[in-house]
């Protein structure tokens, strides 16, 4: 099969989506298939065209270190259609997501769309407070729009995801549970003592235990909540990843006198990430905003036992005391916590569990759902282009 996936966001860009896509397209190639990513170039107004990767020139917006691009110049649309694809994957609603759209009505591909991001939880980026009613009825017409009227098939990576659109949009159509998955291996993997006691002494780490969480450091990611409970948990709190809220959570460390128990690692490269996951002993997490949340399971896949608020996003992969626990309020965050640390055996137990419960998130598993999605896809769309055909719609072209 041939496969255009189409992003605002890919590698090198770290994030949850450009996480996403890298596994999927991984994990498609090793069953066969040929991968090609549309997305925006990070670096500029150039086009770039290299294995397999077209780059189309976008700005940035002012989130994060995200471009959008609405130029989709002759150029790109003669690659895109040497390509001969069978299906189109869109993973994003706007910028190269609308480009998804008008090559999928242009060429007869069927269009599968991937909803990754609860915008009603970052619209306080863009509208700094104001309009908050008028934005979420807005980003509820455009979500609908993009998911629900113009792709053949929509996949979302949790049940969290599924009942946005079954329960508050109240869509019809089909919606796919799919959970993005990893390499499992890149987070299990050993690495050497003396490696890890070098990153240790570097982050100056001694004999503690260590609580981790990784992820962007926004308001949406709660991890003020981490720090200001943190006083009563005799561990060190290592929180790797940049953002906005860096600065005040960093203030806040200081304000609350933990500068000797917290520490701040700013972005780590991805190829890094793996062995800083081996430093700590617990993963943690309050955040109420994540679709699936992938670190989580990459703690898993490197044995971690996960300690994560009960929001619907950590209800498939974190089963309680098993491989971690989903906690409620403070109170139990600590309790959990400090029931993990005292308790080595528990420890060592949920630790074991952790890795065994990673597997079905591999990126083999995760290739394989979407493909048969795919296969859904090319059906309907070949059932649709037969009507418009029979109908004789002189409009019609097929590849």
């Keep these: 099969m041939r496969i255009g996936i189409f992003s605002d966001t890919y590698i090198p860009q770290i994030n949850g989506v450009s996480t996403s896509i ?201 991890v003020d909540f981490l720090i200001e409970n943190h006083k009563k948990i005799n561990a060190k709190l290592l929180i790797i990843g940049d953002g906005p809220e860096r600065t005040n959570l960093e203030k806040l460390v200081k304000k609350l006198k933990l500068n000797d128990k917290v520490i701040f690692t700013g972005k780590v490269a991805l190829k890094d990430i793996g062995l800083y996951y081996k430093l700590g002993d617990i993963f943690v997490t309050a955040s109420k905003t994540e679709t699936q949340g992938l670190t989580v399971i990459e703690a898993l896949a490197a044995s971690l036992p996960v300690v994560a608020i009960n929001d619907e996003s950590f209800v498939e992969p974190i089963k309680n005391d098993y491989n971690g626990y989903l906690f409620n309020d403070k109170k139990e965050y600590i309790n959990y916590i400090n029931s993990l640390l005292d308790d080595k055996n528990k420890l060592a137990r949920l630790s074991i569990n952790a890795y065994e419960s990673s597997l079905k998130f591999s990126n083999k598993v995760f290739a394989s759902n979407v493909l048969k999605i795919y296969k859904i896809a090319i059906k309907k769309g070949r059932k649709h282009l037969f009507k418009r055909l029979f109908k004789g719609d002189k409009n019609d072209s097929s590849r």
């Design 22 to 222: 890298e596994m999927l397209r991984k994990g498609l190639e090793k069953n066969g298939h040929k991968v090609y990513i549309v997305t925006v170039n990070p670096r500029g107004l150039k086009y770039k065209y290299d294995e397999n990767v077209l780059r189309i020139p976008g700005v940035p917006i002012g989130i994060f270190d995200y471009r959008l691009t609405s130029v989709y110049p002759a150029f790109a649309i003669k690659t895109i259609k040497s390509w001969n694809l069978d299906i189109i994957h869109s993973q994003t609603e706007f910028g190269i997501g609308t480009f998804a759209r008008i090559i999928s009505k242009q060429l007869n591909i069927p269009l599968v769309h991937t909803y990754h991001t609860m915008y009603e939880d970052y619209i306080h980026y863009i509208t700094k407070g104001y309009f908050k009613k008028t934005s979420k009825k807005l980003v509820e017409y455009l979500t609908l729009f993009y998911c629900d009227s113009t792709a053949t098939e929509l996949i979302v990576p949790t049940k969290k995801t599924y009942d946005l659109f079954k329960e508050k949009y109240k869509v019809k159509r089909n919606v796919h549970i799919i959970p993005t998955g990893i390499e499992i291996e890149k987070y299990s993997k050993n690495y050497s003592l003396d490696k890890i006691n070098k990153l240790k002494k570097s982050l100056k780490i001694n004999d503690e235990k260590v609580l981790i969480f990784v992820g962007r450091l926004g308001l949406e990611k709660s």
